[in-house]
């Protein structure tokens, strides 16, 4: 379910980008367990002030985002909303072998499927920028995150073979890794100079004046898939770490182990140093 | 989906009462077109007044209406919203024989599997009474009504043999049936004798100063199956008139004919006496 003011800024984002995104955040849930996207529903109550072409391109940004992922729109309702613009979608897909959050285990390497932070530094800088960014063609530099924030673009893992867990990264690294070790009952440990991080994360970050390794960890909606596996290796993805009997930490490139939780990890940090644990 | 202050009005009815309307008004839209439902996904955006124990009511009416229609909930998503009350609900079914709106045939019967108008009417009298019902079985005489709005117990037809097309009364009989006659590309006269008024709506309607017709041809959400048949009778259903060639008409008592449209009949009246065609 995504609602006007709650999940999405129309002064930032095109029906278009709207409509495509929604695709694409309910088709990252579907391989977040191994599965593949069929059948699309779509549930709509309009604000009155809406016009028909908003409603037009907004269908057109989900109609391209479906046929690009061969997901048939099957149905629907639309309905008269009083406050803002809602959308529920219901994905249906099926899977040969279904991945969850809880096969996680003690030993296993931690992977992830692309660079984080990437969407949360493109969402930063559109704020800077305050205004609609129409034409991802004119973006260059850092400015290309717009387009990974606006219209993240999930993709399944090739081989689910070994794969023990698996989650997509919509609230973030930390949160989600969160969730994964909850499900598992397990442990973790980032090996934080593992984490693999874009170029253009990294100019975006010392223009914005942020540490990267904060989108990185914190950051949410990038929609990358962050598994496990007993493989050492994963094509195409980046070990960043391991899962252990209990405990979740940060190793950083000193040695030093600090704690995380959901919320984070700068919070243990104290007086610039940080609380060293171990 | 279901908003709130749009489709409906927690200072009328308990949040349990909500919870299994939502899954009933769900079911009729598979009944309807011949089949059975099976999985239920909720989508649910929960302003901040909303306490947990509002929500515990909500998820038990569901539950206990999805219990009862052998209906299995199986996911979904909650989010907060910042204005009302939000629910979208996709409900999974399979049929045998799939039955659609464009069936209706010249020469068919109508027929209706209920008593038309008394969930209208039982709106109008919880409407006058102003407050919530939390107990059904206070209830006595018209009043009784009041039940049919509040929780819809739509029924699957029994056969599919003949049936020819199908749609349950949700917006009201003449609109329904104008969107069957639309899709089948047919006209229908409604025998107005015919449509079955139940002792409980004749007595509402008088206390209302009313005409029972009025809300049994246009008062909405029965959750009523109008279907249509080569037969003349349907065990358990009410013929209630004719698809035809095309013209949409209801014939009174005294062999008077009217045209209908999806907006109602009542508009083609004048002075008090009609505007007879034919």
């Known amino acids: 379910m995504l609602l006007e003011g709650v999940h999405f800024d129309l002064s930032l984002m095109t029906p278009g980008q709207l409509g495509a995104k929604f695709i694409a955040v309910n088709a990252s849930d ?5 599965g593949m996207p069929h059948y699309f529903v779509i549930a709509m109550g309009v604000p009155g002030r809406c016009r028909a072409s908003f409603i037009d391109a907004l269908y057109r940004g989900i109609a391209r985002a479906a ?14 909303s009083r406050s803002g613009l809602v959308l529920s979608g219901t994905l249906i897909g099926s899977s040969r072998k279904t991945v969850t959050r809880s096969g996680a285990e003690p030993g296993n390497s931690l992977f992830i499927s ?9 969402l930063a800088l559109l704020k800077r920028g305050k205004r609609r960014v129409t034409s991802f063609s004119t973006l260059s530099g850092p400015r290309k995150l717009i387009r990974k924030h606006l219209m993240p673009q999930p993709v399944p893992l090739r081989k689910l073979e070994g794969v023990t867990s698996m989650i997509d990264t919509s609230d973030g690294l930390l949160i989600d890794l969160s969730h994964l070790c909850d499900e598992s009952r397990v442990g973790a440990t980032i090996i934080k100079d593992r984490i693999p991080l874009s170029e253009e994360l990294k100019t975006a970050a010392r223009q914005l ?8 960890l914190r950051g949410g909606e990038d929609y990358l898939l962050l598994f496990t596996s007993p493989s050492r290796r994963y094509p195409g993805a980046y070990a960043i770490g391991q899962i252990t009997e209990k405990g979740r930490y940060i190793v950083d490139g000193r040695g030093r182990k600090r704690p995380f939780t959901a ?4 919070h243990f940090r104290t007086s610039g140093r940080g609380t060293a644990v171990n």
């Not at 579907?30 to 191994?34: L, R, T, V």
């Not at 692309?114 to 493109?122: E, H, L, Q, R």
């Not at 919320?263 to 700068?266: F, K, L, T």
């Open 263 to 266: 919320e984070g990890y700068e």
């Open 209 to 216: 004046k942020k540490d990267p390794y904060e989108f990185a």
């Open 67 to 80: 046929a690009e992922m061969n997901i048939a729109l099957v149905g629907g309702d639309t309905c008269s």
């Open 30 to 34: 579907i391989y977040a367990m191994g």
């Open 114 to 122: 692309g660079t984080p932070g990437d969407s949360a530094a493109g």
